[in-house]
């Protein structure tokens, strides 16, 4: 079966192509940086309106590309939240659309599943069961995963997400929008200098909270900050903070489950630091860790497509209404 992914839930539009058994066919990514730049974040109108624009487009490419033509499609699958309503509505209004019109099935997509699920995209997939660190610019979760569809929440941030304290972070460190990659690379020229704290890991719990560690920064960044290099060695203290603190907090998932596995994804799970960091304390737990290629890592139509692929092998079957939810639990 042949599934088209869209992916439409905050500031990219993904489109891709993924074949059960050959993989991933296309896989189009138009990213829209540069239009909420100046406006230091995404702007939400801004966003579904380029959405509306570029999506059709980049669909009929992704057919063309790929020498396929409508009736090759078995399903489509879209991200239906959480996210950006009206650029929910942009994806999941196309999908239905075009599957009544093709008379192919339209499943909706979850979307931190399709982050989630983004390893198995890989050469060398992982296999259940797994625990899966979920760290995006919206969420912070730890995740018992036994299958697909079969998920319990171990953990989750209380407050910010992972990747909005790199964005608010990055914001107080006068870097534009978005954030985290800029402050990583910051950081790439730090010194060790400044002790942060490592929030919430000294009481038991696989729950995060972020936001204590965002005004500790905006604190010493007043207190010290007056070179480049004294913002620098700022970033590399907040960076280590977090990537420890994710590290504790999987290695404890780990152990309380009893399983082997580790999965990282979602947007943050790009960074240097932190993958280094969870990939040394997974090789002395003597578990196997998988993270998706950075490409996958941020958002992206294949791991949509890649969902909505399984749930419909699986025999999943949804009415014909448009679903789009801002706020859904996994
Ligand atoms: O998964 P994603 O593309 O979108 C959401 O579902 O939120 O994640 C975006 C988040 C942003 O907060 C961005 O700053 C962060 O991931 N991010 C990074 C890096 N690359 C992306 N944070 C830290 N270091 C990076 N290299
Ligand atoms: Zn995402």
């Given at each position: 079966?042949?599934?088209?992914?869209?992916?439409?839930?905050?500031?990219?539009?993904?489109?891709?192509?993924?074949?059960?058994?050959?993989?991933?066919?296309?896989?189009?990514?138009?990213?829209?940086?540069?239009?909420?730049?100046?406006?230091?974040?995404?702007?939400?109108?801004?966003?579904?309106?380029?959405?509306?624009?570029?999506?059709a487009p980049m669909i009929r490419q992704a057919l063309r590309d790929s020498g396929l033509a409508h009736h090759d499609i078995g399903g489509i699958a879209y991200t239906a939240g959480p996210g950006l309503i009206g650029a929910l509505l942009v994806g999941a209004a196309t999908a239905r659309s075009l599957a009544w019109a093709w008379q192919v099935p339209a499943v909706a997509v979850h979307h931190m599943e399709g982050h989630l699920l983004a390893p198995m995209l890989e050469p060398e997939p992982p296999k259940f069961p797994f625990v899966a660190l979920l760290i995006s610019g919206g969420h912070t979760q730890l995740v018992e995963v036994e299958g697909i569809g079969r998920y319990r929440i171990l953990?989750?941030?209380?407050?910010?997400?992972?990747?909005?304290?790199?964005?608010?972070?990055?914001?107080?460190?006068?870097?534009?929008y978005p954030g985290g990659p800029k402050l990583s690379a910051l950081a790439g020229t730090g010194k060790p200098r400044f002790a942060f704290p490592?929030?919430?890991?000294?009481?038991?719990?696989l729950d995060f909270s972020f936001s204590g560690l965002k005004t500790f920064t905006l604190n010493t960044l007043q207190a010290t900050a007056r070179s480049e290099q004294d913002k620098a060695d700022i970033a590399l203290a907040f960076q280590g903070a977090v990537a420890d603190t994710l590290t504790i907090k999987?290695?404890?998932?780990?152990?309380?489950?009893?399983?082997?596995?580790l999965v990282v994804a979602g947007g943050v799970s790009a960074n240097i630091q932190i993958r280094a960091s969870l990939r040394a304390m997974a090789e002395k737990e003597n578990a196997a860790i998988y993270f998706p290629r950075p490409a996958f890592c941020t958002d992206n139509g294949a791991m949509i497509a890649y969902a909505g692929c399984q749930r419909l092998l699986a025999?999943?079957?949804?009415?014909?209404?448009?679903?789009?939810?801002?706020?859904?639990?996994i």
């Open positions: 079966m042949i599934v088209l992914g869209i992916e439409t839930s905050c500031d990219e539009t993904g489109v891709a192509l993924y074949h059960s058994e050959q993989g991933l066919l296309s896989d189009l990514l138009y990213s829209q940086i540069d239009l909420h730049r100046e406006y230091g974040g995404v702007v939400p109108e801004l966003a579904s309106r380029d959405h509306i624009r570029k999506l953990g989750e941030s209380l407050d910010d997400a992972a990747g909005e304290a790199f964005d608010k972070t990055a914001k107080m460190l006068g870097l534009s490592r929030p919430m890991t000294d009481r038991p719990g999987s290695r404890r998932a780990l152990r309380q489950t009893g399983l082997k596995t025999g999943q079957q949804e009415p014909l209404a448009i679903k789009a939810r801002p706020r859904w639990p």
